[in-house]
């Protein structure tokens, strides 16, 4: 590696995309918002946005790592979020919703993992179809109509402050530094990395690298439905297509973050600043009352170029 | 030999893929403190006992031995906990894991504490001993993408070694590296031998078998044809039973060289500064130099893959940065990499050997495919590419006849200028005579080829010229009676103990 590029911060070099992204939003939305992009209440609606994201984007990493991708994770947080309400709506207490909305992440990465590790099909195609399975379930069992009535305890966890922190964002700290134990200080970690990176190598060392590649999906699906549950809270509702697209912002985040399609090449904490480029991109937007459909394409020309980035550097890796 | 058990040991085994019979009967025997060399032509069954003896298949008649003991092994893994370790020529590092964790896939669980985490500390002091034990000076810290070819397969060498492993299988070591570091790789296995391991040791190169092996297996067709000690029969004969007929090698007849074809100009490019290089009509130059001193970077630069700085010109013209318009204007690029650069593995041969001629082969935009089977097989028959079929996946064939499918392909674009990495690398001795008779016709027909090769007999014997570089900067040009291995390696050495190290 070239000392110039060592002599940069590690975000510059290994997530460029999401690093210059991120520092010119900010500058741009702290200039010509007038204080209000950097208002506290601002920025805790921001924090607990991007951290939503996360929940996703973090398990969505080790996706990609293996040379995958879940499309499904958006369709799921809409169908997971109706059975959580459902399950109060029953009855079953704030636990058991939330055990029921893990069960279903569960059972959906389940199907998925299996399918792509075992069946061998494309991630992409198994991923549009249970994205399609789960979007149908969400509004055939709601009629499309929002889950509400079940009391107040999601929209308090949604508000919940831990010290001066958004309940959500602790979920998410707490849910980086797990999955940062496990990429980085497991074997399983280094396995995923091996899935995406070389699948021979593991068949040689004796390892079940099936297995693993099934396994990413069920933490994705399980994380995003983890997900569903706080995302509950935030207007007391279970709507049954309300997270459609997350996917988008989450892969779109992932790559931002550096890791690439290829190889099993990639940076956990890269999808820290991938997310936080895109909450960043579209709470600034907002504030500066933006079109949400025009932040649509905001998060694509980011995602566009994030490739362009990323693109550049693979033509270099070959020395 | 009498007395004690060997380590490991193939009785009778006998081995059959469709339409194949890949081992016949063969018995091989591993003593501790032995290198057991094997030699056979591409197809000869050796990939095949590589992977019973790795546990990577089973065989279908005859059985394995350890200690005298019946096994058999369900997978590599388990052959592995037996104690056979299999240094494949194909690289298995995962390019985006460290170092430490690539020595140690499969087996991290030695390394983790109580909490049930990884102790880098413990698992990266158990990376250095491993690297340190080949002389692979590289921190364990980076990725394995960072090292080149030749770091790679130290790294799968001190993979085997940190398992303990008492019979380790090389599938030609040294095909990737430098003289010094096969000079190392020797060391290490005289070592190891002397440790009490056993070695089974694959290569074409007849100085290594010499130097090396203590008792020689010859395999001909799936079967055992000789099994000899030290010193019991020449390089000559050793071929002889190879190939079943005396091979001559081709030799260049003297040449008058035409017009200058291709002419760079303080040429730049990653790995590579400042070179001028010229090619003639009728050619054949070497590019010598040792592995990383800007070999493969230097012909990339000249076909446009990569190019910083200079000018490179063909016929005069200039050319630019492209390797679509240098393949159109009569470039050809066989890389060192067939697998990653060269092939499309799960094509057919036919399509393989095309794919840079289809627009010869069209008329109006039409490729007839009688067209495409007529000149496909034609070029199987003129390489000799053993094959069932035109239709047969490139990923099935052997080595050797992989790398005659690359080279077929720039045959049939009718490409005017060579550029070749490493062409022999991995491939028998036959199909090498092929190779040069190959390389030695296209110049006579008024082609130029720049030729890369680490082996430097090859170099000095097939080339008119040759320029040699040293840390990415041409150090000297030889021709004719200055042309040998000795000013060679002078020139490409010098400072390579301060300059040369990994990582």
């Known amino acids: 590696m070239p000392m110039a590029e060592r002599a940069l911060p590690a975000p510059f070099r290994r997530a460029p995309g999401a690093a210059v992204a991120l520092v010119v939003l900010v500058a741009i939305f702290a200039a010509s918002s007038g204080g209000r992009f950097l208002s506290v209440g601002n920025l805790v609606s921001l924090s607990s946005q991007v951290a939503l994201l996360l929940l996703v984007a973090l398990p969505m990493t080790f996706v990609v790592l293996t040379e995958g991708l879940d499309l499904s994770v958006g369709a799921l947080m809409g169908l997971a979020g109706v059975v959580a309400a459902t399950a109060m709506l029953g009855g079953w207490g704030v636990p058991g919703a939330l055990l029921a909305a893990l069960g279903t992440g569960l059972v959906l990465g389940a199907v998925n993992g299996a399918l792509i590790a075992w069946g061998g099909m494309p991630a992409f195609v198994v991923t549009l179809g ?25 929209r308090l966890a949604w508000q919940a402050m831990i010290g001066p922190v958004p309940l959500p964002v602790a979920v998410a700290a707490a849910l980086y530094a797990l999955l940062h134990l496990l990429l980085y200080r497991t074997p399983f970690g280094a396995h995923v990395v091996a899935v995406g990176g070389n699948r021979e190598a593991l068949r040689l060392a004796g390892i079940r690298g099936r297995a693993v590649h099934a396994a990413v999906y069920v933490l994705s699906a399980s994380c995003a439905a983890l ?7 935030r207007t007391n509702a279970a709507h049954p297509t309300v997270a459609l697209g997350v996917e988008f912002d989450a892969i779109v985040a992932v790559v931002l973050g550096g890791t690439s399609f290829e190889r099993g090449q990639g940076w956990l904490f890269g999808t820290v600043l991938g997310a936080a480029a895109i909450g960043v991109l579209r709470n600034g937007l907002n504030v500066l009352a933006v079109d949400p459909s025009l932040q649509v394409v905001a998060v694509g020309l980011l995602a566009i170029l994030a490739l362009v980035a990323g693109n550049r550097r693979g033509g270099r890796a070959r020395t | 030999m009498n007395g004690p058990a060997p380590l490991m040991a193939l009785r009778g085994v006998g081995k059959s893929f469709p339409g194949v019979r890949a081992l016949d009967g063969v018995d091989l025997e591993v003593f501790a403190g032995e290198v057991h060399v094997i030699l056979g032509q591409n197809g000869a069954g050796k990939s095949t006992l590589i992977r019973i003896l790795g546990g990577a298949c089973r065989p279908d008649e005859g059985h394995v031995e350890a200690d005298g003991r019946r096994v058999a092994f369900a997978s590599p893994a388990m052959a592995a906990r037996m104690g056979v370790a299999v240094i494949h020529q194909e690289l298995t590092a995962v390019p985006h894991l460290d170092l430490a964790r690539n020595i140690f896939l499969g087996r991290e669980a030695a390394f983790r504490n109580r909490l049930g985490l990884l102790d880098l500390g413990a698992m990266r002091a158990a990376a250095r001993r491993a690297l340190d034990a080949v002389g692979l000076r590289a921190d364990v810290r980076t990725e394995a993408a960072a090292l080149d070819v030749a770091g790679q397969q130290l790294l799968e060498i001190a993979k085997a070694l940190s398992q303990d492993s008492r019979v380790l299988v090389m599938d030609e070591p040294t095909a990737s590296l430098s003289v010094p570091e096969a000079e190392r790789l020797f060391a290490i296995i005289r070592r190891l031998r002397g440790e009490g391991h056993g070695i089974v040791y694959i290569s074409h190169r007849m100085p290594e078998v010499k130097a090396l092996g203590d008792r020689i297996t010859v395999m001909r067709d799936g079967r055992r044809v000789a099994l000899l000690r030290r010193g019991e029969a020449g390089a000559d004969a050793l071929v002889a039973m190879m190939v079943g007929r005396a091979v001559a090698l081709s030799r260049p007849p003297a040449q008058t060289p035409g017009a200058v074809l291709l002419e760079a100009e303080g040429l730049s490019a990653p790995g590579i500064a400042d070179a001028s290089i010229r090619l003639r009509a009728g050619e054949v ?14 012909l990339r630069a000249l076909f446009g893959a990569e190019r910083g700085a200079g000018a490179v010109r063909l016929g005069g013209r200039p050319l630019p940065a492209d390797p679509v318009r240098a393949a159109a204007a009569g470039l050809g690029l066989v890389p060192e990499d067939r697998k990653r650069q060269g092939l499309a593995l799960g094509r057919p041969v036919r399509d393989n050997l095309l794919s840079a001629s289809f627009r010869r082969l069209a008329r109006r935009g039409v490729a007839w495919p009688a067209r495409l089977e007529r000149e496909a097989r034609s070029l199987v028959s003129r390489l000799s590419i053993r094959t069932a079929g035109t239709g047969v996946r490139v990923g099935t064939l052997s080595g050797g006849n992989q790398q005659k499918c690359v080279f077929g392909r720039w045959l049939s674009a009718e490409a005017r200028i060579l550029l070749l990495d490493e062409p022999t690398r991995g491939v028998d001795v036959a199909a090498k005579a092929e190779i040069h008779a190959t390389i030695r016709a296209r110049a006579g027909s008024g082609c130029a080829v720049l030729l890369v090769s680490s082996e430097l007999p090859e170099l000095i014997h097939l080339c008119d010229r040759a320029y040699v570089l040293r840390d990415g900067r041409i150090v000297g040009e030889l021709a004719g009676a200055a042309l040998t291995e000795a000013a060679v390696l002078r020139l490409a050495v010098a400072q390579e103990a301060q300059a040369h190290a990994h990582g």
């Open chain 1, 130 to 154: 249970t994205m399609g399975l789960a979007e149908g379930l969400a509004l055939a069992v709601t009629d499309g109509e929002p889950v509400s009535g079940f009391g107040d305890a999601p």
């Open chain 1, 227 to 233: 997900a569903a549950f706080l995302l509950v809270g």
């Open chain 2, 285 to 298: 130059v070497g590019l010598a130099g040792l592995v990383g001193s800007g070999r493969t970077e230097l």
